[in-house]
């Protein structure tokens, strides 16, 4: 068997899998991150190594391998003995380096940082976050000598293996030449070594025997390099194949295109993929099931009672229709300034009705990103959805009928910690993702009463950006 570790926004999860793909056993652990001020989401890193301890004792310690995955890009700043510096910045839903994307990109030109970088530099950016360290904290900042994500940091504690995948680091922007494929701008994180590179399915080392009395794992058994759950969700599925297009349902959508050359998008991310050769378009929104989870707070009911309720609101939620921006967005609008809205509320609104309003919400920020693929020169196939999300039936089913697209389901579900599983089984074993996990049904749509309302959706947004602009000054005040 091996096991999987994924480090998400919300828990982390582990699970035991044999090398047929057979699920044995699966954990997970809650976490929350920390808002110390607006624009800004954090998590203390020393918390995903004591986390991957509760899952590998909780699933048992009779494995071959281990897998690593986790939310990013993020960055944890280590001293020399290891020790994190400050919580780690997280990815795009942070968006406190407005200043330094302003001076790297004039710094480096804003154009060839797209260029050789394969995205412009946005509230993702992992490079433009280690520079904000470097402004605002810079006796800390002189400290620094390593980098890591969650995978990484998990490889590390394991291994004791400094190294990071390609993928994540070609998130670093401006730290990665994705063409060349190796570290560019260095200066820019100095004095901080960054990590040797490999490819996530790569092992990282073995298990140390600290590592081992610390988890019950077995001494001397490999550890992946991992990478960033996105991409790890999607081998989980076997999007990974020209023309694929995987679409995770979390805490936020997360959108991974696989095309035959390097592609780039102002309004998405280029990078290079999970596997060796391939290329990706990426986007991601800043929210999606945070917004299911703030109104099943809000109303104090179960996720089972608003998916009811949200069913019998039917299309356009009684003339409800939400902007998911609640934490800013990422792609394709990459404003960080943006904020939610909800337009035409009456008093007889009802919980069902915002629920099935945020539902909706996603769903056009879905087909807002697959507009923006093509547009881009992406030559979508095949959607491969994956996540908590695909849980019910009326999600995908809104998403499908949005975007007048089929949506294909895999029999597992459970996305990165399974992907980071299956990289691990390829470590000891002849295995192929399509045995492991089956195409179990379709999603197909079912009707077309969404284009009017798809047209307001993107008209809300211009007609409202002054005003909402003008309420995130005042909540960053």
Same mark, same amino acid.
């Given at each position: 068997?091996?096991?999987?570790?994924?480090?998400?926004?919300?828990?982390?999860?582990?699970?035991?899998?044999?090398?047929?793909?057979?699920?044995?056993?699966?954990?997970?652990?809650?976490?929350?991150?920390?808002?110390?001020?607006?624009?800004?989401?954090?998590?203390? %890193?020393?918390?995903?190594?004591?986390?991957?301890?509760?899952?590998?004792?909780?699933?048992?310690?009779?494995?071959?391998?281990?897998?690593?995955?986790?939310?990013?890009?993020?960055?944890?700043?280590?001293?020399?003995?290891?020790?994190?510096?400050?919580?780690?910045?997280?990815?795009?839903?942070?968006?406190?380096?407005?200043?330094?994307?302003?001076?790297?990109?004039?710094?480096?030109?804003?154009?060839?940082?797209? #260029? #050789?970088?394969?995205?412009?530099?946005? /509230?993702?950016?992992?490079?433009?976050?280690?520079?904000?360290?470097?402004?605002?904290?810079?006796?800390?900042?002189?400290?620094?000598?390593? &980098?890591?994500?969650?995978?990484?940091?998990?490889?590390?504690?394991?291994? %004791?293996?400094?190294?990071?995948?390609?993928?994540?680091?070609?998130?670093?922007?401006?730290?990665?030449?994705?063409?060349?494929?190796?570290?560019?701008?260095?200066?820019?994180?100095?004095?901080?070594?960054?990590?040797? &590179?490999?490819?996530?399915?790569?092992?990282?080392?073995?298990?140390?025997?600290?590592?081992?009395?610390?988890?019950?794992? @077995?001494?001397?058994?490999?550890?992946?390099?991992?990478?960033?759950?996105?991409? /790890?969700?999607?081998?989980?599925?076997?999007?990974?194949?020209? %023309?694929?297009?995987?679409?995770?349902?979390?805490?936020?959508?997360?959108?991974?295109?696989?095309?035959?050359?390097?592609?780039? /998008?102002?309004?998405?991310?280029?990078?290079?993929?999970?596997?060796?050769?391939?290329?990706?378009?990426?986007?991601?929104?800043?929210?999606? %099931?945070?917004?299911?989870?703030?109104?099943?707070?809000?109303?104090?009911?179960?996720?089972?009672?608003?998916?009811?309720?949200?069913?019998?609101?039917?299309?356009?939620?009684?003339?409800?229709?939400?902007?998911?921006?609640?934490?800013?967005?990422?792609?394709?609008?990459?404003? @960080?300034?943006?904020?939610?809205?909800?337009?035409? &509320?009456?008093?007889?609104?009802?919980?069902?009705? &915002?629920?099935?309003?945020?539902?909706?919400?996603?769903?056009?920020?879905? #087909?807002?990103?697959?507009?923006?693929?093509?547009?881009?020169?992406?030559?979508?196939?095949?959607?491969?959805?994956?996540?908590?999300?695909?849980?019910?039936?009326?999600?995908?089913?809104?998403?499908?009928?949005?975007?007048?697209?089929?949506?294909?389901?895999?029999?597992?579900? $459970?996305?990165?910690?399974?992907?980071?599983?299956?990289?691990?089984?390829?470590?000891?074993?002849?295995?192929? $993702?399509?045995?492991?996990?089956?195409?179990?049904?379709?999603?197909?749509?079912?009707?077309?009463?969404?284009?009017?309302?798809?047209?307001?959706?993107?008209?809300?947004? @211009?007609?409202?950006?002054?005003?909402?602009?003008?309420?995130?000054?005042?909540?960053?005040?």
């Amino acid at each position: 068997m091996v096991i999987g570790v994924d480090i998400g926004t919300s828990s982390s999860k582990g699970v035991l899998v044999d090398l047929d793909g057979r699920l044995v056993a699966s954990h997970a652990v809650e976490h929350a991150v920390q808002r110390p001020a607006p624009g800004m989401v954090e998590m203390d %890193g020393a918390v995903w190594w004591e986390e991957l301890v509760v899952l590998a004792r909780h699933l048992g310690a009779d494995v071959e391998a281990v897998g690593v995955s986790g939310m990013g890009p993020c960055v944890l700043l280590t001293d020399e003995a290891d020790e994190p510096l400050r919580p780690a910045i997280l990815y795009g839903v942070d968006t406190r380096a407005g200043r330094q994307i302003e001076r790297l990109n004039a710094r480096y030109g804003a154009d060839e940082i797209h #260029r #050789r970088g394969g995205s412009a530099l946005s /509230s993702q950016a992992a490079g433009a976050k280690i520079a904000w360290v470097a402004d605002e904290e810079p006796e800390l900042f002189a400290r620094a000598r390593r &980098l890591y994500m969650p995978s990484s940091y998990l490889a590390r504690r394991l291994t %004791g293996e400094y190294v990071l995948d390609h993928h994540s680091a070609s998130q670093c922007t401006p730290l990665y030449d994705w063409l060349e494929q190796t570290w560019w701008n260095e200066e820019i994180a100095d004095p901080i070594e960054l990590p040797p &590179l490999r490819w996530p399915g790569d092992a990282a080392g073995a298990v140390t025997a600290e590592a081992a009395a610390a988890t019950g794992l @077995p001494e001397g058994i490999p550890v992946i390099t991992g990478t960033i759950d996105a991409w /790890s969700e999607a081998l989980s599925v076997g999007a990974q194949g020209v %023309g694929d297009l995987m679409l995770m349902y979390g805490t936020t959508m997360f959108l991974v295109h696989t095309v035959p050359e390097p592609l780039t /998008s102002p309004a998405l991310w280029g990078t290079v993929g999970a596997l060796p050769g391939t290329r990706n378009l990426a986007g991601g929104m800043a929210t999606s %099931g945070a917004i299911t989870s703030w109104l099943r707070e809000l109303f104090g009911s179960d996720y089972g009672e608003l998916l009811e309720l949200a069913a019998q609101a039917g299309v356009g939620a009684n003339g409800l229709v939400m902007l998911p921006y609640f934490a800013g967005e990422r792609t394709p609008i990459m404003d @960080p300034g943006a904020r939610g809205v909800i337009a035409g &509320l009456t008093l007889s609104h009802t919980p069902g009705d &915002l629920y099935r309003a945020a539902l909706e919400a996603t769903g056009f920020g879905v #087909r807002h990103n697959l507009e923006a693929i093509e547009a881009a020169g992406g030559d979508i196939r095949r959607i491969v959805a994956v996540g908590g999300g695909t849980q019910g039936g009326l999600w995908t089913q809104i998403v499908s009928d949005i975007t007048g697209r089929e949506q294909e389901i895999r029999a597992q579900s $459970i996305g990165a910690s399974y992907g980071a599983a299956f990289l691990a089984a390829r470590l000891v074993g002849d295995v192929s $993702i399509d045995a492991w996990n089956p195409v179990a049904g379709t999603v197909a749509p079912q009707t077309g009463a969404y284009e009017d309302l798809y047209r307001l959706y993107r008209d809300l947004y @211009p007609r409202t950006a002054d005003i909402v602009h003008a309420l995130a000054e005042r909540q960053e005040r």
